[in-house]
């Protein structure tokens, strides 16, 4: 008997079908654009302080959260993406905690941006994804003016030696003449 055939059994009459064609390749469930921008975003915040730091040879330790800030951002599966910016936020977040005294705190907004952008799938929860997306927005703002408002009072001192001294003398400061 092949398929399509008609067959008589104790049921009645049956029509036979064609068997189901085997599943091709599963294409991965992949990262929504607003999740990717958000993490695009955290790279690119992630990414000033290594710029203001790289003027010092001990600034390359900011290069190390940049990379692993960037890491989600070459991701395409929704699910490692996620776990990713959720390990990756969380990490940067307590290093930048811990470490505020010697100026880690500047990684904290993108690691905010990850913990974010972990849960910004609009194909899961519109409405949650848009809040998000407004959060990523305002601290996006709020670090960008920090680090303009800090390179434009460092930016007079960059031409001057490390070790400078004043040449303002006793009766300059005191008013003599």
Sequence with gaps: MENGDIA???????????????????????????????AGAAAFLAAVPVAFALVNPVGLVFLFPFVAVAWP????????????????GAVLTGLGVLLTCFGMFVVIPSAVMLLLAASADPRRRPVLARVYAGLAVAITGAA??????????????????ANSYSEDGPEDVYGGD
């Design 73 to 88: 951002l070459f991701l395409r599966d929704r699910a490692a993406f996620r776990a990713t910016c959720k390990g990756v």
């Design 144 to 161: 960008l003016a920090g680090a303009a408002y800090v390179a434009v009072s460092v930016a007079p001192d960059l031409g001057k030696p």
């Design 8 to 38: 008589a059994g104790p049921a009645g009459t049956v029509r036979l079908v064609e068997p189901a064609e085997p599943p091709g390749p599963v294409e991965p469930d992949t990262v929504h654009w607003l999740q990717r921008s958000m």
